[in-house]
């Protein structure tokens, strides 16, 4: 048993929150304040407090699982890589090499997360990968790097929020979804400073804003371009600013020009005078910020909605000046490293474009293999699915519960049924992983060591504490095998120091620049912001110092050619769908404290269950009332997609033409059962947040 303090970092958000590990009196690890680690100074909330619990051979997989008879049976790891290898080896011959997919997860480490995309494209040969975190933060990427040049969640560290003028917070809850961080919030007004929430139902973090905007469900666009009308109409736009350091202005501001007030008013359900309050919270400080989540980037116009807001940050001067700036909440614990590296459709590490042939010839070099052998972009996440058991017959899952994440969540999973073969390496026996052929145990959090890049793009160690039970092996030694096995002896190490040493390789020169940072820096230093080259040997300055790492981004120019940001000249445009008479609700989704993402891992411990035991559908009083629903009584959300049963949650606190209901359950009240998978055109980000229900009363 570890004698010995391991500090190291939360499992879940994005946050990755810093935390001690001790020995627990019973055997195993228990957490402990780690007060030095500066995001979260010791605090954390209840998922991370009961981490370990999940540890438990109780709750776990300690064995491999195959399949025969129809039942999942226990097998040796030999026999359970074999099956995998003569399968992904089976569909190859008889169909191709992109008739295997990959599926990974934004949860994985840097360092996994890096060798999926290498094992999927120099392995296996195939296009066919992309990963969950599609499904977190791509709208915000894409929308970034339009207008950066770079995408980095944070451009600042956490630290700088309370110390900022004006915060507008758009479609986050950050009291439940990442509570350590609503200090920051808190803070900020504490010093005089103001926040402005944006969310059609009055949360937590809500209750805490100086003005809060509800709008109608997929209107976000609309409410973004109304602010910057107003912006432009009283005179508070910063000319000099727009002159010296941005490109686009003049279709940006005619775009906006197109939506004024009493319009605007008509699509959001947002009053014109709350509109006018919200320009005069913004503008009056010398700095300010708008922070984007889920709220208006899971859209399929969330591009064009970040791009949006981002032209509110440029107009009035903010973006690249201090304690100002746009920036994106990552939700998933490595959900920015984790497309950096290599598990995205169209990514090679250090956050290349596959179709860059000088990032094919870096990349490939490294790998030592011919750039023209690596294949093109392929499918995003929902298209990877949903061609699951035509074009791709096989697949290799990952860290990653679509059952109950992905969006029309009933035909993903007729989908994943439909497969000749599906291969789950996951750390418990999840939903989607009872649908397998072979299912394989994995190391956890703190089984393993590995790096992690928080929100703020501060990369990050986490440190192994206690050996994995038996039978349990990590996922390098899962790729390790399988390369094996398909032909390819070297070039998948298990050590993970070694993987990062290759990835630091791989990553140099490109825009997520991780060649200067090494496991003993971040041992030391506690985190490092990318990018970091490595500007001599061993990653020193010619002055013999280390690179200190990049916490503030764009403070000179930005990552665009001529060092300008460039507007986005967009118009709002109506959701997928929207109400009618058949379906005259909006739903909309989202996570409550208690529990994770798919809650795979959460349903598993029991203070998480008791404090949030079930799906549940909030609605306003007279919704119910027209409905003749009592608080408590079980509804049916029915949408074009499928139907979920939960008990209504009345609370005037939501929109009264608004329905929400958390996405962490399976079963009779799996959310995503109903949600809608059309997509936005540029980022292939489903509409998670807004679509057409009607409400049944249950008798």
């Not at 480490?109 to 995309?117: P, Q």
């Not at 290498?118 to 975190?133: C, E, H, M, P, W």
């Amino acid at each position: 048993m570890q004698t010995t303090v391991t500090p190291t970092h939360c499992p879940y958000c994005a946050l990755q929150c810093g935390m001690n590990l001790v020995p627990a009196a019973g055997g195993g690890v228990e957490v402990a304040e780690r007060a030095d680690f500066p995001v979260n100074r010791g605090a954390l909330c209840g998922k991370g407090r009961t981490a370990p619990e999940v540890l438990s051979s109780a709750v776990r997989l300690t064995s491999p699982l195959v399949r025969r008879e129809g039942e999942l049976v226990p097998a040796s790891w030999d026999e359970a890589l074999d099956r995998i290898a003569e399968a992904l080896t089976r569909a190859r011959t008889a169909h191709g090499a992109d008739s295997l997919g990959v599926f990974g997860g934004g949860g994985l480490t840097n360092e996994k997360a890096y060798a999926l995309g290498k094992f999927a494209r120099v392995v296996l040969g195939t296009s066919q990968i992309d990963y969950n975190g599609r499904f977190c933060m791509s709208s915000a990427a894409a929308a970034g790097t339009a207008a950066f040049g770079l995408d980095r969640g944070l451009p600042f560290p956490l630290e700088d929020i309370p110390r900022t003028g004006c915060v507008i917070l758009v479609g986050s809850n950050p009291a439940e979804t990442m509570p350590p961080a609503l200090r920051y919030f808190t803070e900020l007004r504490e010093n005089g400073g103001t926040l402005i929430v944006v969310d059609p139902r009055r949360t937590r973090t809500a209750e805490q804003a100086d003005l809060h905007l509800a709008p109608r469900p997929g209107t976000d666009l609309a409410l973004a371009l109304g602010l910057l009308h107003l912006i432009v109409a009283e005179g508070r736009t910063d000319e000099e600013y727009l002159r010296e350091r941005t490109s686009g202005w003049a279709e940006a501001r005619a775009a906006a020009m197109a939506h004024w007030p009493e319009y605007v008013e008509r699509i959001t359900g947002v009053p014109v005078p709350l509109l006018r309050e919200a320009v005069e919270l913004f503008c009056a400080p010398e700095a300010a910020m708008v922070l984007t989540a889920r709220g208006p980037e899971q859209q399929s116009k969330g591009t064009d909605t970040v791009g949006a807001w981002i032209n509110l940050c440029l107009a009035t001067g903010r973006a690249g000046r201090p304690l100002s700036g746009y920036g994106c909440l990552t939700g998933q614990g490595n959900g920015q490293g984790g497309r950096e590296h290599g598990q995205k459709a169209d990514q090679l590490p250090g956050y290349r474009k596959l179709t860059d042939p000088a990032a094919r010839e870096h990349v490939a070099r490294v790998w030592g293999v011919d750039p023209d052998a690596l294949p093109g972009p392929g499918r995003s996440a929902y298209e990877l699915l949903d061609a699951l058991g035509g074009d791709i017959r096989a697949l290799l899952l990952m860290g990653s519960n679509p059952v109950v994440s992905a969006p029309r969540a009933a035909h993903v999973e007729e989908r994943l049924r439909s497969l000749d073969f599906l291969a789950v390496a996951d750390v418990v026996l999840s939903e989607t992983a009872r649908l397998a052929d072979v299912v394989l145990p994995v190391t956890q959090w703190a089984e393993e060591t590995g790096t992690t890049t928080n929100l703020e793009g501060r990369v990050l160690l986490r440190r192994r504490a206690l050996a994995p039970p038996e039978g349990v092996r990590s996922d390098l030694e899962v790729l390790h095998g399988l390369a094996g096995r398909l032909g390819v002896e070297k070039g998948f190490p298990t050590d993970p120091e070694e993987v990062f040493e290759e990835l630091r390789r791989a990553s140099a020169g490109g825009p997520a620049d991780y060649s200067g940072i090494s496991y003993r820096r971040l041992a030391e230093e506690g985190g490092v912001f990318w990018p970091c080259p490595a500007e001599g040997a061993e990653g020193e300055t010619a002055g013999g110092g280390a690179h200190p790492g990049t916490p503030r981004l764009f403070l000179d120019r930005f990552a665009t050619g001529d060092g300008r940001a460039r507007f986005a000249a967009v118009s709002h445009r109506a959701a997928g769908e929207d109400t009618d008479e058949e379906y005259p609700v909006l739903l909309t989704t989202g996570r409550v404290l208690a529990q994770y993402q798919s809650g795979a891992q959460t349903r598993r411990v029991a203070e998480l269950n008791a404090a949030a035991p079930g799906p549940f559908v909030e609605m306003h009083p007279r919704l119910a009332e027209r409905l003749g629903v009592a608080d408590g009584q079980d509804v049916a959300v029915v949408s074009r997609r499928g139907r979920a049963v939960a008990p209504a949650r009345v609370t005037s606190g939501i929109r009264v033409d608004t329905v929400f209901m958390p996405f962490h359950w399976a079963g009779a009240g799996r959310a995503n059962v109903l949600t809608n998978p059309v997509l936005d055109p540029v980022s292939r980000m489903p509409e998670f947040k807004v679509c057409a229900v009607r409400l049944e009363a249950v008798r």
